[in-house]
């Protein structure tokens, strides 16, 4: 309860300094590297290859059991052909120059929302 109230308070904080945007759109080649258990995605809408998370420990607070999530519902979205959004809070938008192909999400803070018709 102490991490969840901790996390509350950082993303408060950071709210007061960075802007806040959403990256939609339809998910395209999910996929886990063997090596390193991080969770890649050839495209979300217009990110271009995102690290999101690991499926085997802890990364950046998003712990292996929360990434085994964000995987199925990646998943459930490129099989279903939906959109999902994913929420930043950070001084970035959703072009490549601000995230760029392989490395790690930088801001992100919720999601992926699987969007529903």
């Known amino acids: 309860m102490n991490k969840l109230i901790a996390l509350c308070l950082i993303l408060l904080s950071f709210s007061v300094h960075a802007s ?29 290859w995102p690290r999101l ?4 420990n802890e990364h950046d607070n998003i712990s292996a059991e929360a990434c085994r999530t964000v995987y199925s519902t990646l998943l459930t979205a490129q099989t279903t052909n939906k959109e999902v959004t994913l929420w930043f809070n950070d001084s970035k938008d959703c072009s490549e120059s601000s995230h760029q192909p392989w490395k790690w999400l930088t801001g992100w803070y919720f999601g992926p929302k699987l969007e529903i018709d």
């Not at 063997?34 to 990110?47: F, H, N, Q, T």
């Open 53 to 56: 998370c690991k499926v085997d």
């Open 20 to 48: 806040r945007y959403t990256c939609s759109g339809k998910v395209i080649g999910v996929s886990i590297d063997a090596k390193s258990g991080d969770v890649l995605v050839e495209r979300i809408g217009p990110l271009s």
